[in-house]
């Protein structure tokens, strides 16, 4: 039988015949459109009127050279939010001409029919289609115009169907595929699907084009008709390829890493809103596929020993109960999980999911057939299939629980592996993608002439076009000053401007050096790392860290070998109390020597040592990395291990950012992010973060950590979490910065993690217990909320000769204009240099502000705040609390005792394991809770 997944939850809009006349508003509250974003029609959340006094709004600043902006929409007094209306756009830095990854879509006023499509067996969304397709054929007089279908619960139409009622179940039998034969007379009859469509929504398009004039707030009308418009777009590679949700993928080009992967090359697609204009977002996708062909060669390229491929007695023996261990079983297990396959020799051709693989051989699992116990290998020679080595495992097959032999079982080609990548495969996914900016885009419009739109059945019948002959979009962006950088006392320059996003340590002093006066190291692989090595060692990381300014007291630490095989924690923690018994003080600091291979749970012991059972600073380096390393590289080191003591690196210059500078209006800068388990990962928690500036400048940093319901994105613990990293900040700048008011006037909050969906739920759930942390604390900063989204699919090309080294857009560069939304305050920001492949800009979106920033003014605090990231000399991706964040996170599995593993059986519930590791789950350390143990 076949596999059946739940189909999707679509959800509906107006009822059908309440479609709003045209250019009315549509009826609020209805649920958005399968796949759409929650409406945004709400009104403004909180924030105060514009444009009460200060200069006009989009002025530029002292010496800022005004940029001719592309395309320019100002959205209506009428129309509303989500969070911000956009106040004015950027002008400060100077012009660069680009392409972005985006083509213009013209689509005419017209009526879209949605149906929903009710399929009662739950077919994969392929199959689904494949029966939907089948049913047009057979009714060609109901189905004149192609239907557009999503593959699971929603279905347009550019036309009104003529069910003969508001709905109408149609059965289809699908014909064989690839020209096969019809069935053999006494065989089985062919299964027949049923499909069900009803009247669901009109969707009147009309209401797109005054949205994208800046005319129309974000409603549930406007979502439900780009969820039909990104239909239509797909349907004709859906039927051609294997595809996600957004992304198809072709075999050409096609990878095999081993581990039983292949990786294959595709297209993602988006129609997306802009100013004045629809436009496609186009852009490469990779993805993981299973290997296809017999499923026993998958098993052997899964633990890579392709080498017993050609020897078959090797190779039943290695994948029989016999020949695997019960670890390796259920590794293997995990891996094939869902995974469809076929068996030929049955004559079945129908996809099966793998549920599970047996723990007892072909010849050992017996069951009751005919009257009589027989084995597996039994069954299928009496049925008149040939079973060669029935020592091998089996897998159990769909719902029914079919055991059949490995060695029956083919894998269909095309098949995406929806789980995490592993990690030793990371290099290659990062070769396979990596393409600099001018062969991404030379591959984006190969893509465009694939697809051929013009030629699409779907995108005609729709009446939409979509216009590539022209290329990518291009448009004209700015590339703001570069901020200065203020180091310490006896730089030789105490102020440096990055250039193409990065500076050096050559001559600069740190603005906080510490005083080192008791260290010692700890070595985890003394094959390479013996008494030479060890001397060098002392002598450049002393040398290295004392050009920084670092006090180093202490020239010959104290060395320990450790096993790597022994208890990591008790290893360090013997070390240190024979150091503190030698030198009459505890460490300061523990470097700990690492192999080159094979050290994750060394590193995560290590850690949790240092981080929350002992309260010490730990820094891990690499044997290959330290041993030979220039003073560069130590000059590096020392910037990690200064901020974990307390110490600051460097500070914007205050004339650079008068945001923070300004004594009256101080400032906390604060970020927050969720970290979910890996894709089939289940009863895991979330970990959660915030972190949180606690000096003037926002160079200094503190974080809390917790964790909650896996895959909540919603922060729960956030008000006493903001409540924390306050008053540290008040603390911090009480005692240390000696302000008589420490109290932030200011409160920018970077949030990291969402989905554009998500926006209202952070304003509803999350901007509430920020303000009642303030509210706790007496205090009554202005707050200004800002979403970063990392994962998106824009790109930039610098045209003509504006590009750097890399052939990316300089650091810097930021657009605000021609792709950004119509009526919300965004924006696209580069602001580190290119290194590997395109880089990718962070997309900012202001959710809430009191403060009335001008455009200008916020998006060149967040570039600056790109540039005091501590542990490197060059400028990141995205602001510094916000990469902090998503450090705190990913540490959080640090928090529990090396080696910990929670019993989950399938019976316990997510909210019980849940709490079985909020209780096994540790706080950092007190001595650590001031200190960047992150960094």
């Known amino acids: 039988m076949p596999p059946r997944t739940a189909p999707g939850r679509g959800q509906r809009g107006a009822p059908r015949g309440s479609s709003p006349a045209r250019g009315a508003s549509p009826a609020r509250g209805a649920s958005p459109a399968r796949g759409a974003s929650p409406a945004r029609g709400a009104p403004p959340r909180g924030a105060p009127a514009r444009g009460r006094g200060g200069p006009p709004r989009g002025a530029p600043g002292p010496g800022a050279a005004a940029v001719a902006p592309g395309n320019v929409v100002s959205p209506a007094g009428h129309v509303s939010a989500v969070g911000v209306k956009r106040p004015g756009h950027g ?4 012009p660069i001409d680009l392409q972005v990854n985006c083509y213009p879509v013209d689509a005419p006023n017209i009526t879209v029919f949605q149906y929903d499509a009710i399929d009662p067996d ?7 289609m494949d029966v939907m397709k089948q049913v047009e054929q057979d009714n060609p007089t109901i189905f004149t115009k192609s239907m557009a279908y999503d593959g699971r619960k929603i279905a347009y139409s550019a036309i009104d169907l003529p069910l003969g009622g508001t709905s109408r179940t149609f059965e289809v039998t699908l014909a064989p595929k690839n020209g096969g034969t019809a069935p053999k007379p006494g065989s089985r009859p062919p299964r027949v699907y049923r499909l069900k469509l009803t009247q669901a929504v009109m969707i009147n398009t009309d209401v797109l084009h005054r949205y994208v004039a800046g005319q129309q707030s974000l409603d549930t009308a406007i979502s439900t008709g780009l969820a039909a418009y990104n239909t239509i777009i797909r349907m004709e590679p859906n039927m051609r390829y294997p595809f996600n949700v957004r992304s198809f993928f072709t075999p050409e080009g096609s990878r095999r890493i081993g581990g039983g992967i292949e990786l294959w090359r595709g297209f993602f697609q988006s129609i997306r809103p802009g100013p004045g204009r629809l436009f496609l977002n186009l852009d490469i996708a990779s993805c993981m596929m299973y290997r296809p062909g017999p499923l026993v060669e998958l098993c052997l390229d899964f633990f ?49 999911p793998i549920r599970k693989i047996s723990d007892r051989s072909a010849t050992n699992i017996t069951f009751e057939y005919q009257g009589r ?16 080595f029935p020592q091998m495992f089996c897998v159990e097959l769909g719902s029914g629980g079919a055991l059949v032999p490995l060695e029956l079982c083919e894998v269909p080609a095309g098949q995406i592996m929806k789980k995490q990548l592993p990690s030793d495969k990371t290099k290659d996914m990062v070769a396979f993608s990596t393409q600099k900016p001018f062969e991404r885009f030379r591959s984006i419009e190969a893509g ?38 203020q180091y310490g006392r006896g730089s030789k320059d105490m102020t440096v401007v990055p250039r193409d996003g990065k500076w050096n340590m050559a001559d600069k002093k740190l603005v906080n050096p510490v005083a080192i006066n008791h260290w010692l190291i700890v070595t985890f692989e003394s094959r390479r790392f013996r008494d030479q090595a060890q001397q060098d060692l002392v002598r450049n990381l002393v040398g290295g860290f004392r050009s920084t300014g670092i006090v180093m007291e202490d020239d010959r630490p104290i060395i320990r070998s450790a096993n790597p095989q022994g208890n990591v924690v008790a290893q360090l923690r013997e070390a240190g109390q024979a150091s503190f018994q030698t030198k009459k003080s505890p460490p300061q600091l523990i470097v700990v020597i690492l192999p080159d291979h094979g050290n994750t749970d060394i590193y995560t012991a290590v850690k949790h040592f240092g981080d929350v059972a002992q309260g010490v600073a730990t820094q891990c380096l690499k044997v290959g990395k330290c041993v030979g390393a220039n003073i560069q590289y130590w000059a590096n080191v020392a910037l990690k291990a200064n901020v974990k003591l307390g110490g600051i690196n460097c500070t914007p210059a205050p004339r650079a950012v008068p945001l923070l500078s300004d004594p009256a209006n101080s400032c906390i800068i604060m970020g927050a992010d969720v970290q979910h388990p890996a894709p089939g990962a289940e009863n895991r928690p979330s970990f959660t973060a915030v972190v949180g500036s606690v000096d003037q400048m926002a160079s200094k940093y503190v974080a809390t950590s917790a964790l909650q319901v896996g895959r909540q994105e919603l922060i729960d613990d956030l008000q006493e979490m903001t409540k ?4 540290q900040h008040m603390g911090y700048r009480k005692a240390r910065e000696k302000a008589a008011n420490p109290a932030p006037k200011k409160l920018i909050f970077f949030r990291d993690g969402v989905s554009e969906g998500q926006f209202g739920q952070v304003l509803e759930h999350e901007l509430p217990l920020i303000r009642a942390a303030c509210v706790e604390l007496g205090i009554r900063p202005a707050i200004t909320l800002l979403v970063v989204i990392k994962r998106h699919h824009i790109r930039m090309n610098p045209l003509g000769n504006n590009g750097d080294r890399s052939g990316n857009c300089p650091a810097g560069t930021i657009l605000d204009t021609g792709i950004t939304n119509p009526v919300e305050f965004d924006w696209y920001l580069q602001s580190h240099g290119g290194l590997l492949g395109t880089s990718r800009p962070a997309h900012y979106e202001v959710l809430y502000d009191d403060s009335r920033f001008s455009a200008d003014a916020i998006q060149s605090l967040s570039f600056a705040l790109c540039h005091v990231y501590a542990r490197a000399t060059r400028s990141v991706s995205i602001p510094a609390p916000v990469y902090y964040a998503d ?33 096994a789950y540790k706080q950092i350390h007190p001595s650590q809770k001031k200190m960047m143990f992150f960094s």
């Open 448 to 485: 465009a002439r694939l697809l051929q739109y013009g030629q699409s059945t779907y995108i005609r019948d729709f009446g939409m076009s979509i216009n590539t002959g022209n290329g990518p979009l291009q448009l004209q962006a700015r590339i703001l000053p570069t901020p200065q950088l």
């Open 724 to 727: 924390e990293i306050l008053t």
């Open 304 to 352: 890579e020993r392709m080498d017993l491929a050609r020897n078959t007695t090797q190779t039943a023996q290695f994948l029989s109960p016999n020949g695997m261990g019960e670890r390796d079983r259920l590794r293997l297990q995990k891996f094939l999980t869902n995974l469809r396959v076929t068996v030929p020799a049955t004559t079945r051709e129908k996809k099966r």
């Open 122 to 128: 739950r077919l994969p969304a392929r199959a689904n």
């Open 887 to 919: 450090i705190v996170c990913a540490r959080g599995k640090h928090h529990f005792e090396p080696g910990f593993a929670v019993n989950l059986s399938d019976t316990i519930s997510q909210a019980a394991s849940v709490d079985a590791y909020k209780d």
């Open 373 to 388: 116990n027989i084995t597996v290998a039994q069954y299928f020679q009496l049925t008149g299939t040939q079973v060669r």
């Open 91 to 94: 002008t400060m830095g100077r």
